[in-house]
Structures are given as structure tokens and as C-alpha cells.
């Protein structure tokens, strides 16, 4: 997955500290705690042949059922990222079970055998919502076709280009996570940054948000520059970057197991004293905080808190770890069946309903879609400790209207 631009959440933070009111989900998450994206922790075994649903409410092949909405779940159940799916699959069964509800029936297709052929068999069947896909590029596929039969689409993807036209990005944003940092620094006094991004699509955007975050906090970019990952090309991109000028604050944008490789570089070569930041990847690396040389480093993501809660739980049931995107899964069943409240059956679904000023609350914080549908999330800055990392300044608890 790729991940993409996004608005910035100055406004939103600025509103929030001034107190004002949020939407809930209802009870759901009380009840539950009673990318590509690297995994957060051991990652489930790959299941070896064609992946079942686990749970009474999560089925293959629609019942005849009026009094319930047919929401599909489109995630790849076989190949490659099947892992990921099920593990997906496996939390909105999770998050049926916690809100009790009798009003949403999810029905689980394989993306893997055709996006196409997914979404195709999931309208005949009659369902009103997509939850899905896991991968921008079957989102360009179902996104055109669910929209001819208006119906929505909210995909796990963190690719904001595809949002529009019926389709809603759930997935984490770069972008939001390099605004939310940038502003913190700032806050803290820092003003010159620089920043080490990977050459291809992902840096060129991570590079992108870096420039227009540090533009609005009034700071100043002294250098950006790009590297391939090899040893001798990150070697060169720092040396490039203390010969251009020095900086208090430099952003490595990529994931933690390359920062790992380029931090000690950094110090050694004119980032000494530097504060380092990351993105919300860093989140699913817990090796960080082992390394001495990246104590101190500050990064923005959702927060675990509930998150935790829901892997103790999926632990318990499912008897492996899951993915981090498995709370995206629960999310979006919460979602729904706040939604479903006033959502009558065999209706269409009411898209409008998404696009609440006030926002919702999940496992991973509040969130709203913004008008390009994209989710805006309240996001917690981390500081980098010796063993964790620990929140130096909270998430908002939610949206000012």
C-alpha cells in the first residue's frame, strides 16, 4: 500500500483543545475493553489454504435474512496477504460480539481471487456497505463498480488518492503523522529541519507533507535528502545533508527498521545534538526503544491504548497475535453500527451519516472523513525511551465543530 497526502490537522487540534463537543460511538469500546504496514509485534502464521470465517456472525455465502443490514468484508482470505485479512475478518467478528448487536450481518469475500469478481458477488448479494479492501489497487477496481450501485466504500488502504466517487480511506495517513510531529517540534522550539526519505512514491509524498507542515508552523526546511536504502546511499544522503546546512530537528521518513540503520549515521556525521522524528510506521517497531542512539526521537501515531485491550482479547480467542490493521476491522464495524441505529434494512446505505462533523471514536481514537473522504485522526506524539516509548503529548480526545 502506498500512502498519500492529506489536509492538515492544525485547525482540527486547535479546535479540539478548545473543548469542543465530540460524537461517540456509543458503548461498543467499553464493551470491548469490559500498512505496506509492518505488523505491530508477532505476526499470525499465514493460513496455508482458504481462510474461514470464525465467528456466528461473520459468514460465506448470504443467508435470507430481512431484519439485518448485509454489509460485506472485502480482504484477501488466500495468498500473500491472507494473514492480514483474516486477521481483519477475525476483529469484526470481535467487534459484533462486543456491541451485542442482531441488526449486522457481515459477509466475508476474497479479494484475492479478483477484486472484480468480489464486489460483483457481493452486490448481487444484496449488501448495502463494503468494509474493504485491504489494497489501493483493488479500491480503483470496486470503488467505479460499488458506485454504480451506490454503494459505499470504506477501504483499509492508507492511499489517500483514492478516495472520492463512493470511496472512503480509513487507513493511517503519513501525512497526518508528519503534521501532527511537525507542530510539536515547533511547539518545542525547534525551527530548521531536515529530512532523510526514500526515493519512489512514498518518499516524494512523506517529502511533500514534510515542506507543507513545516511551512504552516513557520519553521524552515534546510535540507531534504533521498536515499535507496543500501548502506552506501544512506551513507551519502547524510553527508549530503551536513554539507548543506545544520539543523535542530531531522525527520527520517521510513520505517523503523531503517531508522535504525540511519540514526547512528546521523549522529556520527553532523546530527550529534539533532531531535529526530518519525512517522506513524515507527509505531509497529518495537526494537526502537533498544536502541540508545534513538532515545529521544519523537513520532506521531493513533494511539494502543484500546488498541492492547483488543489484542489481549484476539489473543485469547484466536490464539496468535494480530496485525495492527486489525483494529481498521473494528473500527469499521463500529462505525456501522452506530450508523445502523437509524439505518433502515434493504435501504441504502446512508453515506451522508459518514461524513459527521463531530466524528466517531474507535480502538485507535476519534476520526472523521473529511470532504475529500479521507479520516482525520487525532493523533499522540511518542518519544522514544530506553526499552518503550512513551505519549509526551496526548491524542485529542475528539473534533470541534
Request: glycine share 10%.
Amino acid at each position: 500500500m502506498t500512502e498519500t497526502d492529506a489536509p492538515r490537522q492544525a485547525n482540527m487540534f486547535a479546535a479540539v483543545k478548545r473543548g469542543a463537543r465530540i460524537a461517540f460511538m456509543g458503548t461498543a469500546l467499553f464493551l470491548a475493553a469490559c500498512s505496506s504496514i509492518v505488523p505491530k509485534g508477532p505476526a499470525p502464521t499465514t493460513p496455508t489454504g482458504p481462510a474461514q470465517p470464525t465467528g456466528p456472525e461473520v459468514v460465506q455465502g448470504l443467508p435470507t435474512d430481512t431484519a439485518r443490514h448485509r454489509v460485506a468484508l472485502l480482504v484477501p482470505m488466500t495468498g500473500t496477504n491472507a494473514g492480514v485479512g483474516q486477521s481483519i475478518a477475525n476483529a469484526t467478528t470481535l467487534a459484533l460480539l462486543d456491541t451485542k448487536t442482531d441488526r449486522v450481518r457481515i459477509t466475508t469475500y476474497d479479494t484475492a481471487l479478483g477484486a472484480a469478481a468480489a464486489v460483483n458477488k457481493a452486490l448481487a448479494d444484496g449488501n448495502r456497505l463494503i468494509l474493504g479492501p485491504l489494497l489501493a489497487e483493488d479500491a480503483r477496481v470496486i470503488g467505479p463498480i460499488a458506485a454504480k450501485a451506490n454503494v459505499p466504500v470504506i477501504s483499509f488502504s492508507n492511499d489517500a488518492s483514492i478516495a472520492g466517487g463512493g470511496v472512503y480511506v480509513l487507513g493511517y495517513n503519513t501525512a497526518q503523522s508528519i503534521d501532527r510531529v511537525v507542530d510539536f517540534a515547533k511547539d518545542k522550539g525547534l525551527t530548521r529541519f531536515g529530512a532523510l526519505v526514500p526515493r519512489g512514491t512514498y518518499g516524494e509524498r512523506a517529502g511533500n507533507a514534510l515542506l507543507r507542515a513545516v511551512e504552516q508552523a513557520g519553521g524552515t526546511v534546510v535540507s531534504m535528502q533521498s536515499f535507496d536504502r543500501s548502506p552506501a546511499s544512506i551513507t551519502a544522503a547524510v553527508k549530503k545533508l551536513q554539507a548543506s546546512s545544520s539543523y535542530d530537528a531531522l525527520l527520517i521518513a521510513d520505517s523503523g527498521r531503517v531508522a535504525l540503520q540511519v540514526a547512528p549515521i546521523v549522529r556520527k556525521n553532523g546530527g550529534a545534538t539533532a531531535r529526530l522524528l518519525g512517522t506513524e510506521l515507527w509505531n509497529t517497531d518495537t526494537s526502537l526503544a533498544a536502541s540508545p542512539v534513538l532515545r529521544g526521537a519523537w513520532f506521531a501515531s493513533v494511539s494502543d491504548t484500546l488498541y492492547r485491550q483488543l489484542a489481549t482479547k484476539y489473543r485469547a480467542r484466536y490464539g496468535a497475535a494480530p496485525f495492527r490493521l486489525s483494529s481498521l476491522g473494528y473500527d469499521s464495524v463500529l462505525l456501522t453500527v452506530r450508523i445502523a441505529q437509524d439505518w433502515k434494512p434493504g435501504s441504502p446505505f446512508p453515506a451522508a451519516r459518514l461524513r459527521d462533523a463531530g466524528g466517531f471514536s474507535g480502538i485507535d481514537g476519534a476520526f472523521r472523513f473529511n470532504r475529500q473522504g479521507i479520516a482525520e485522526r487525532a493523533l499522540e506524539v511518542n518519544e522514544v525511551a530506553a526499552g518503550t516509548s512513551t505519549v509526551v503529548d496526548p491524542a485529542p480526545r475528539g473534533f470541534g465543530e
